[in-house]
């Protein structure tokens, strides 16, 4: 049983989670290019736009893709496939609240290249990004027993 004097590693899991993170946006923009395609309006520069109510499944897409899936799984299909996984600072499953609170910060990291959360990832003591430390969460690699001990799997 885990208790709060287990002493965790914690690490940058930094490849894993930056490749992990460029494949989630690739296919979140991805689909939001072929949902554009399928959807837009010719606009006066060659291209297509949305507006209006056509709009509203992008921010829809969004939430469940980087926050529903988080919640109910852990991590987002791409980490999942690197076997990282998102917990509480308590390491205990997350519920949809901390995938929020993680991912709403993506607003800010990822316009700017992630470099933020780069920064934030080295130099903090939980090699947390900025979204995690607002969610009070860390993502830890699965495969690592260091971070993640098989009995953290029953607790929720």
């Known amino acids: 049983m885990i208790n709060e004097t287990t002493n ?4 940058t899991n930094f490849k894993k989670r930056a490749i ?6 690739g296919i979140f923009f991805l689909l939001i290019y072929i949902y554009i395609m399928f959807f837009g309006e010719e606009n006066n520069q060659g291209g297509k736009t949305i ?38 600072l308590e390491r205990k499953e997350i519920y949809l609240g901390n995938a929020f609170r993680r991912h709403i910060l993506d607003l800010i990291e990822i316009p700017l290249y992630g470099i933020p959360a780069i920064i934030a990832i080295i130099y903090s003591e939980k ?4 979204g995690d ?6 993502v830890v690699d699965t495969t690592d ?6 009995e953290i799997t029953t607790i929720k």
């Open 8 to 11: 965790y590693k914690y690490k």
């Open 20 to 25: 992990a993170t460029i494949i989630d946006y």
């Open 51 to 88: 507006s209006g109510l056509l709009f509203l499944p992008i921010p829809i897409y969004w939430f469940i893709y980087f926050v529903v899936i988080e919640a109910s799984y852990g991590a987002t299909l791409a980490h999942q496939a690197m076997y990282l996984k998102v917990l509480t």
């Open 127 to 130: 090699k947390q990004r900025i």
């Open 133 to 138: 430390m607002f969610a009070n969460t860390i």
């Open 145 to 150: 027993r260091e971070q993640y001990p098989e």
